[in-house]
């Protein structure tokens, strides 16, 4: 077994969080270490663990999100930093994601079930509307490790049963990510927690400026 702290850095060393180049590495460091013996090795020393103030901070991160899983971040140096976080769907639950791409390189392992993953070639038009290419669609079956970058497209399919992968995520190299609607073809930008946060501040404190010169 290997602790959290030494996986995530020896992750850090290979230099796939900041150099795609290197993902070879990631993938081969992260199949060899990662397994659902030991996640669930990390999990246990998670919930009997002492430090409370971690416990809130890791707590505060938990999330439906809204691609439509279950999300639990399980380790957590600094607030935009490299991350390690469960991904959970429960017997196909949720419905089909977004068409989407990430701010950040990610490497991603599957502990139990499996999924579709599909990526896009996305192209701009005049109008609002984009074009949407499928050019891959993979079974991710338990034990499948893959990288993938920022800026690229691409969606997840959950199957019939209950599938459960471990994300290894770099910090942040783009300001947003973006997402379309399959059906509709509209792009949207959705910004990170904390730019959004900050944005909500700025124009609270636009209207209540304005308020107090009323």
């Known amino acids: 077994m290997i602790s959290m702290n030494d996986f995530m850095s020896r992750i850090v060393q290979t230099g796939a969080l900041t150099d795609p180049s290197q993902q070879a590495k990631l993938c081969r460091f992260v199949q060899e270490h990662a397994d659902l013996e030991q996640v669930l090795n990390w999990l246990d020393q998670i919930v009997t663990s002492s430090d409370e103030e971690q416990l809130q901070k890791l ?3 938990m ?5 439509g899983f279950e999300k639990y971040v399980i380790w957590n140096e600094q607030l ?4 390690m976080r469960l991904h959970y769907w429960p017997q196909n639950k949720w ?5 989407h791409d990430h701010r950040f390189h990610f490497c991603s392992t599957i502990l139990c079930g499996s999924y579709t ?3 896009y ?3 701009q038009t005049d109008g609002e509307q984009v074009e949407l290419e499928l050019t891959s669609s993979t079974i991710m079956c338990s034990g499948d ?6 800026g690229h497209f691409h969606r997840v399919l959950p199957s019939e049963e209950l599938t459960l992968s471990l994300i290894i995520r770099s910090e942040a190299v783009l300001p947003y990510s973006r997402v379309i609607d399959p059906k509709t073809r509209i792009l949207r930008n959705a910004l990170g927690a904390k730019t959004k946060f900050c944005n909500k501040l700025r124009n609270l404190s636009v209207e209540l400026q304005v308020k107090e010169q009323i």
Do not use: N, Q
Not at 95 to 99: A, D, G, H, N
């Open 59 to 61: 707590s505060t991160l």
């Open 63 to 67: 999330e439906v999100h809204p691609l």
């Open 80 to 83: 935009d930093g490299p991350r």
């Open 95 to 99: 419905p089909f994601e977004s068409i």
């Open 117 to 119: 993953h599909e990526t």
């Open 121 to 123: 070639e996305v192209k």
């Open 145 to 150: 490790v893959y990288y993938f970058p920022a």
